[in-house]
């Protein structure tokens, strides 16, 4: 027996042997096959991303200094879209403003200009009787330099081509233009021979001259947000300049006692005119209704300016009046101040 259980431990210790032999084996063979498969191929990966390698450093480095400029230059290029973006509306508002400023001094010194022809029309329609004159509203001399002031002002001189004689062309540039003016003016205080169709012709072709450059600007701006509100201006200024030549005609038929078949239609003819601007301003901005209603209805001469310019237009022949012509002059240049209170308002609206 003893015999017996000697020889199975001898072959249960050879089997055991055996299996450890064989696990052994295996787990040598399972190794080398790691190493040989999987090592090589994780060693390339650690030696490249290892900053203790030579080539890791160098990446490592270059992550370090790329990766910290990349916000740093995204914040550049939009900073740099910003400011872009700044100077172009900048610069457009800027545009804007000069053209506001230019149409702004371009309308004063046609203002000015509108005001010294109806006094100097009424000025040769009463012969420069001082009987009739008043001192706020037929003093040639303190309009001529009310004039020179808003010339003086303009920082830039429009290309101005005057239509005279029908079909002459005249250049003028600013200096030769002030000096026509002082010119004109001497003849008008010295000369008897001053008509009316000179003081129209030469005030008439200066004033139109100056608006078709107005609204040549204006069309240059119409894709600005004031557009609209420069094109009110321009039609109000437009319509107190029609409104101006028919109150030249209008002082003419109660001074004289008619009016001539041709200038009884310009009349008309301006009249009609300004009255179509004017409308057309007022549907422009709707802010400016309110305000002409009421001028309609707290001016004092309103009712009386409607009611001379339906006996104008009748033209009936009548007794010359030079108070009465005096009356309807200065009724008028009430009217066409409340009206430039309008084109003030529109330009502080403008900005």
Wanted: aromatic letters at 8%.
């Amino acid at each position: 027996m003893s015999a017996l259980k000697s020889t199975i431990m001898i072959q249960q210790k050879a089997i055991t042997n055996h299996v450890s032999d064989v696990d052994d084996t295996s787990i040598r063979s399972l190794s080398s096959e790691d190493v040989s498969q999987v090592v090589p191929r994780g060693y390339c990966c650690a030696k490249s991303i290892n900053p203790a390698d030579g080539r890791g450093r160098k990446l490592h480095l270059l992550q370090m200094l790329v990766l910290p400029f990349i916000p740093i230059l995204a914040l550049i290029v939009q900073t740099s879209l910003m400011l872009r973006n700044i100077m172009i509306l900048k610069h457009d508002s800027i545009e804007i403003e000069n053209q506001v400023t230019a149409a702004t001094e371009l309308g004063k010194v046609v203002t000015r200009m509108q005001l010294e022809r109806s006094e100097v029309a009424f000025y040769l329609y009463t012969g420069g009787n001082k009987e009739f004159r008043t001192d706020n509203r037929t003093d040639l001399k303190a309009r001529f330099n009310l004039t020179n002031e808003a010339l003086g002002n303009m920082s830039f001189w429009p290309p101005l081509a005057l239509q005279l004689d029908g079909s002459r062309t005249v250049y003028l540039d600013k200096a030769t233009f002030i000096s026509n003016l002082t010119k004109f003016r001497k003849t008008v205080e010295e000369s008897e021979e001053t008509t009316i169709t000179d003081v129209l012709t030469w005030y008439t072709s200066v004033n139109a001259a100056m608006l078709e450059h107005l609204t040549q600007q204006i069309k240059e701006t119409d894709t600005s947000g004031v557009w609209r509100y420069l094109l009110a201006f321009k039609n109000l200024l437009k319509s107190i300049e029609s409104t101006g030549i028919a109150s030249v005609y209008g002082v003419n038929y109660f001074g004289k006692g008619s009016l001539e078949k041709k200038n009884h239609i310009s009349y008309i003819q301006h009249d009609s005119i300004a009255k179509d601007l004017l409308n057309t301003s007022l549907n422009y901005v709707a802010k400016l209704k309110q305000e002409y209603r009421n001028l309609s209805l707290t001016m004092d001469n309103y009712g009386n300016i409607k009611q001379k310019n339906d006996v104008i237009i009748k033209n009936e022949k009548r007794a010359p009046n030079y108070p009465e012509a005096l009356n309807y002059f200065v009724s008028i240049a009430l009217y066409t101040d409340e009206l430039r209170k309008l084109q003030r308002s529109l330009r502080v609206t403008i900005g």
